[in-house]
């Protein structure tokens, strides 16, 4: 077996926004989110982070094509499918909660907390299920 180097690209281009999101999102568990810049930051983060997955995810799915690994191909697009599904999703439910807070609702910025959490949680969920796909896609028979 030789490890299959547009796999093994994919891979690493597909870590690199998922570890940075991994990294940098806990930042905001130590800050308020009733406070407006740092809930805006926290939006601007989750958005960047969905553009930047879907991108990811459909370069990598046209270079699995490409390279004939279809099955790759399909968990890879899966992963660009939730990118473009989970972003319309969740930014709606963010800015629910921004203008539920901006109105008055003293449990925005909690619900806004609990959004925060289970974002960081669907990114690792999908950091575990890559990682451990990794064996799998990256060598060929």
Known sequence: MTPDAVAVAVMIILLFPMGYFTLASPAFLLVRLDIQPVAQLLRGMFNAHFLVMRVAAFIGTAALLLDGRLLAALGVGLLAALAIWGRRWFMRRVDEQ????????????????????????????????????????????
């Open 98 to 141: 921004l203008s539920a807070r901006d109105a008055g609702d003293a449990d925005a910025p909690r619900r806004l907390r609990r959004l925060h959490w289970s974002g960081m949680l669907a990114n690792a969920v999908l950091l575990v299920a890559l990682l451990a796909g990794i064996p799998y896609i990256a060598t060929s028979a």
